[in-house]
């Protein structure tokens, strides 16, 4: 039955013009259609003054003047100041009786004729069988006695007309518990405001309530921490005399008990029957009582009071009633202390997070909505019905590092202290700040394990979590304590703040163990270095602090990389985000440890490359700049792998290099008796062919190092230098040793014997020449005497310290035969501290060519 027809309800669009003319006002009202605008002169005034309506000989001038047509009308008043004696009513009749009204919002939207007292009317009318329904938005209405007034001057009065006559169900303020009147079937909203107020809007919705229940139905929301609200019987002060129902729904907070009072009851003088108060409680018990007695005090939960009234004598009294309803805390607060005096820096904090709770907290015995208790004070706590469950306790702890310099290098241990176990709320996060009074870098190790970074692709899932910031707020990430972790050590210059929260736990104060280990040490340049250890077990990322958001503006991380003997790491930029710089460029660098070591360098503005191979251990220095735009974060992933070992290879190679020894014996004995036979034959030489060393066996190396053959170089060209780049990839900063993949280069330097005294083995060609670069490097010099063609060469200790390069073998002196220069692809023994990485040297090649080359030469 409830229809869909919204009857528009236009109040407000009254246009009006004012003219003042010597002694007249003059103003122009166009009606909404719908609304009648009514002015009425304030009877009994003295002042004496007419309303007239239109102009000329039409004009008709009256004490009271009604407008009903939606046309513009000239309206004089023959006084300059009409609202000091005329009032207007804007009237407007919502009628749901004949048609099905759904819900209708009504704005009284006027703020014209301010200088007159307004009175907005609205005539309500539904079937006669049914309550009409007024819903206020909160804040809902508050009632008050008939004789006060609203303290924002805007004043409602509802009333309902039954057969008996006009009921004054009450007068009503904004901003109260009332969501919701019901009443009788016909009735009148009147809004009044007075002259110079101007109308602050304010809807309310009409629609058909439910059948007839009683004659007003009250609905009635009790919020938490609101002392007492009073409500006032119909007809309050002159009295209700009709035989009716009134009824009051109360909404009552969990946790709150309500008690009812009833003051300044006048009972009606009852022809027949009595006045009966009825209670029905949200646990569904009901009773009545006598508004003489007591009425329900300390319960609990929502409940509704229905008045019934007696039919009273007129003449004498009728009902009259001011119901009190108070609403308090139902439960009993929970009491603790909290002493932090022997806890140094130590301070708490508690907090609701449930806002739908009704926990009051207090310190000291003062309500907080968050309770903080200051470092080196003792407070007393209380918590009134709070789920412990809803709050938040967090502690903070101070710490003032020494100096670097100082004597105190044991470092301190961030461990959680025992707070007080009266206490009951879990400890949920804990952090320690820091502070670092003199220049200094704040050391972070893990007591017991190594420590990991969160990332996307390898989160923690650690009992806790430690979130690493600076304290200028950004974060340097997240880690955890974890056995299979790769971070040794974090160093961060500055402040730094430490937070645990629980991840897989929920009390963190369960937590005894120590988190991190702190030490100080001299400043840095860096803002953060982290000292890491990849291991084989599988990949590490390295994010830049502040991962996935960019690194602050100007700021620069390194990582030391360690890689141990006989592995290599992989290092790929798997994720990198690069600004507009302003100012500055970013740096990407890459850099053996030894401060001799080639570095590899990438700036915003070149492209990276996917992957570098380290050998040995390195730092990556990345260096912001002062972004324009963008940011700058790089996630790189680097991967451990141990290099290949082919143990049958370097059976094979020993084999090899003992034969050799063998055949060289054999040669030289060969040679000695050969030289007995004929002494003056001087025409020893070797031919070393050019072309691929041979190994018996077919060996392969035995490391995976022939396969990037950086010692193999003898001479680099710079497309073999940057053979690993493309053009625009290139390094911004090489020097120009010879380098590849980042790792050292055995340079080759061929014998360049002094040229003007002897004939030698020179060879000037560049192809094959190093000289005055990288001669500090791993320098092989090559050697003439056949009984040296194979050597064990070492790295960084030049075997030409016997034969220097004022060698000079004296066959060649006399041969023609210049054959030693050809030794295209010498490989170097190298002999590292565990003898593995033993390998035969060119001495296979007189192994299975030199002899019968030899033979013949000789
Ligand atoms: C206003 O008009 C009425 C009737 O026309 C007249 O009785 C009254 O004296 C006038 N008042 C003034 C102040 O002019
Ligand atoms: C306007 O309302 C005030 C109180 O709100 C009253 O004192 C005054 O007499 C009223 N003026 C007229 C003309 O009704
Ligand atoms: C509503 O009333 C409460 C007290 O009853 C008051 O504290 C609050 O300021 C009022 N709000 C408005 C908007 O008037
Ligand atoms: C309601 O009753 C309580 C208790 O007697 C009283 O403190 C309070 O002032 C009363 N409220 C009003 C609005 O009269
Ligand atoms: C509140 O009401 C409950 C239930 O009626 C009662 O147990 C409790 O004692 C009351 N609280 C106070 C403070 O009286
Ligand atoms: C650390 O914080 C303290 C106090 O907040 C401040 O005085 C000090 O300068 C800060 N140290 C650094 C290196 O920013
Ligand atoms: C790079 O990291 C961001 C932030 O975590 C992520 O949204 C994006 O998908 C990543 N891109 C690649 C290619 O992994
Ligand atoms: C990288 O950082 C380390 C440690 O501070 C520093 O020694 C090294 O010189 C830096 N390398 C480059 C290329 O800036």
Known sequence: MMGSCVVPVLIGLVLLQMHKISECHKIEVTPDSGTIVVFTKKPDQDLDCDVCKDEGPSQSCNSKLDLAEARPTIVTFNCSQPGDVFTVEINQKIDCSATACSIIAVHPDSTRFLEFNRTFNWDLKVQSSHMFQLDFPAPGMRQIKPSESCPDKHTYTIITYQRSGPNSIGTFCRNGTISRIQALFKGRVSLEVPKDTALNPSDFKVSIGPDTEALVVVDVKLPRGLPSVEFFTPNYGTGHYSEDKMKWNFAVEPMQNFTVLFQHYTPPACQKEKVLVGYALGDKTSFTTDPKDIQPFNKQGDFSLTLTNCEAKKGSNGLSLNINVTVFRGGTPYFCTVDLRNEEGLSLQIENKNPESSCEMSLNSVAQEKIVVPAGTKADLSFLDCPVQDLQLTATKTIDCPSASSRDTSGTSLTIPTLDPSLHVPLHQFTWLLRVLDPGTVDLTSPIKVLHQSVPDKECNDRVSLLISETDGSNIGQFCSLAEGTIQKIQIKGNVSITVTPKTIKDLSQEK??????????????????????????????????????????????????????????????????????????????????????????????????????????????????????????????????????????????????????????????????????????????????????????????????????????????????????????????????????????????????????????????????????????????????????????????????????????????????????????????????????????????????????????
Request: proline share 8%; aromatic share 8%.
């Open 513 to 858: 163990g120590s988190f991190l280990k702190v030490a100080m040490s001299p400043e840095i340049n860096e803002n953060v270095i982290y000292t890491v250890s990849p291991s084989v077990s599988g990949p590490m990322y390295l994010a830049t602090p502040n991962w996935p958001d960019g690194l602050n503006p100007s700021s620069s991380v390194t990582w030391i990389v360690s890689v141990p003997q006989e592995h290599k790491v992989e290092l790929q930029f798997t994720n990198v985000s690069k600004p507009v710089c302003d100012s500055g460029h970013t740096e990407v660098a890459i850099s053996p440890l030894d401060p001799q070591g080639q570095t590899q360098s990438w700036r915003e503005d070149q492209i990276f490359v996917n992957t570098v191979i380290q050998q040995q251990s390195f730092f990556l220095n990345v260096s912001n700049c002062e972004p324009k735009s963008g940011s700058f974060a790089v996630l790189s992933k680097v991967t451990l792998y141990k290099e290949a070992k082919n143990f049958l290879s370097i059976i094979l190679a020993v084999v090899g290099v003992l034969l050799l020894l063998v055949i060289i014996a054999l040669i030289v004995v060969c040679v000695i008796l050969k030289r007995k036979k004929k002494p003056m034959t001087n025409r020893s030489s070797i031919f070393l062919p050019r072309g691929k060393p041979f190994l018996p066996g077919n060996a392969t190396f035995p490391k995976s190092r022939a396969d990037n053959e950086s010692h193999v170089y003898a001479s680099i060209d710079d497309s073999t230098m940057y053979g690993n780049f493309a053009d625009k990839n290139q390094p911004a900063e090489v020097d120009n040793r010879p380098w590849s993949n980042g790792h050292q280069v055995d340079a080759y330097h061929p014998f360049t014997g002094p040229s003007d005294s002897t004939p030698s083995a020179k060879d000037s060609s560049a192809e094959y020449s190093m000289d005055g670069r990288g001669g500090d490097r791993d320098a092989y010099q090559p050697f003439l005497s056949p009984p040296n063609t194979f050597n064990l060469a070492r790295p960084r200790s030049p075997l030409v310290s016997q034969g220097s390069i004022r060698f000079e073998d004296r066959r060649m002196i006399d041969n023609e035969l210049h054959t030693f220069k050809s030794f295209g692809d010498i490989n170097p023994i190298r002999l590292s501290a565990d003898e593995s990485r033993l390998q035969p040297q060119m001495g296979s090649d007189t192994d299975s060519n030199t002899e019968p080359e030899y033979e013949e030469a000789i």
